[in-house]
Nanobody, 124 residues
Framework: VQLQASGGGLVQAGGSLRVSCAAS????????IGWFRQAPGNEREFVAA????????YYTDSVKGRFTISRDFAKKTVWLQMTSLKPEDTAVYYC??????????????????WGQGTLVTVSS
């Protein structure tokens, strides 16, 4: 499967943005889809993930209540709706697929297929 991330852009603090991750080729069936982000000089960090088949969702604490991950079966797309954005949310956002177990859901090494990333910039 190839992943296409899109939807990034520039937004003011407190604003909203939605990024998407579309699959080409096979579907996401049986996989988990994760969103990670990487700010300049920082490690790539987990943001959110969803299991395609079950819809089970995981978030990192810093985005709980602000970000929502969802999926669309027909469009083979996963969205990350981001609200109440903060300057510290500024990063390149990557989507990825893999088959992590629950304890490894937040580990980037559990994902073996990555999209190209989309830049989200939040101005103060």
């Amino acid at each position: 499967v190839q992943l296409q991330a899109s939807g990034g852009g520039l937004v003011q603090a407190g604003g909203s943005l939605r990024v998407s991750c579309a699959a080409s080729g096979r579907t996401f069936s049986g996989y988990a889809i994760g969103w990670f982000r990487q700010a300049p000089g920082n490690e790539r960090e987990f943001v959110a993930a969803i299991r395609w088949n079950t819809g089970q969702i995981y978030y990192t604490d810093s985005v709980k209540g602000r970000f929502t991950i969802s999926r669309d079966f027909a469009k083979k797309t996963v969205w990350l709706q981001m609200t109440s954005l903060k300057p510290e949310d500024t990063a390149v956002y990557y989507c990825a697929t893999g088959m992590p177990i629950q304890s490894t859901m937040r580990l980037k090494d559990s994902y073996n297929q990555w999209g190209q990333g989309t830049l989200v910039t939040v101005s103060s």
